[in-house]
């Protein structure tokens, strides 16, 4: 990851943590990036400016990875993966609560725990379950600040758009595909004891099946 954020750094990508080191107690010190963050993020998607906002920031990230060549001994999230063909590092939990905003100006990316080689609409994927969203209007009214049930096809098209994309062929099946291979990463990583991983395996993953059956049953309203 430290790897990773000096080669943004070095491209002058702004948005990213910069790596300070280690102190005495072998603790990372990366810098600090001013502004509203976690459970504040999902308000600041739900209108048009600030959901094209974070669709470009996803499309300068990749950009600014496009020529990243990862150190021979790079382990990942995922495990020891070499970036393919056209791919790049993509951030791997890029949602609302790990983008920094100011107003409705995104200034910054953190939480790069997940980082790993892959293809673009992996992240784009990952992103737009939780965005266009892939939630039941009653998530969307609850939990996620939409004054009203979202129209879920024509935010997945502005997204889609705003990040550069010429068709949003595949892309619900993509998001539905990224559901289920963060359900199987989430094995990987509680089989080997990580938290909270492993309580949410040993709860039955309730939630994360939940919402790839609703994608599923659902697909409809983003075609």
């Known amino acids: 990851m430290h790897a990773l954020l000096r080669h943004l750094e070095s491209v002058g990508f702004p948005y990213a943590l910069r790596p300070l080191g280690f102190d005495e ?4 010190v990366l810098t600090f990036i ?8 999902w308000a600041k998607v739900v209108d ?10 996803l499309r300068d990230y990749h950009d600014a990875t496009a020529d990243f060549s990862p150190p021979d001994d790079a382990a990942w999230a995922g495990g020891t993966v070499a970036p393919g063909e056209g791919q790049v590092v993509c951030h791997g939990d890029f949602g609302p609560w790990n983008v920094v905003w100011q107003g409705r100006r995104p200034v910054g990316i953190i939480d790069w725990d997940f980082a790993r080689p892959a293809p673009r609409l992996n992240d784009v994927a990952y992103a737009l379950q939780y965005v266009a969203p892939f939630r039941s209007d009653a998530d969307c009214l609850r939990w996620l600040h939409f004054p009203k049930p ?6 997945l098209e502005q997204f889609c758009t705003a990040y550069g994309l010429t068709t949003t062929v595949g ?35 309730r939630e994360a099946r939940g ?7 659902n697909r409809h309203l983003f075609e």
Do not use: C, M, Y
């Open 211 to 217: 919402r790839l059956s609703w994608s599923r049953s």
């Open 34 to 41: 001013d502004g509203e963050s976690g459970g504040k993020g």
């Open 171 to 205: 892309v619900v099946d993509a998001v539905i595909d990224r559901q289920w291979e963060n359900i199987e990463l989430v094995r990987q990583l509680a089989s080997q004891g990580h938290e909270p991983q492993a309580t949410w395996v040993r709860e039955g993953l």
């Open 150 to 155: 979202p129209d879920r096809r024509r935010r």
């Open 25 to 28: 107690q072998g603790r990372e």
């Open 48 to 57: 048009d400016q600030g959901l094209s906002a974070f669709a470009r920031l």
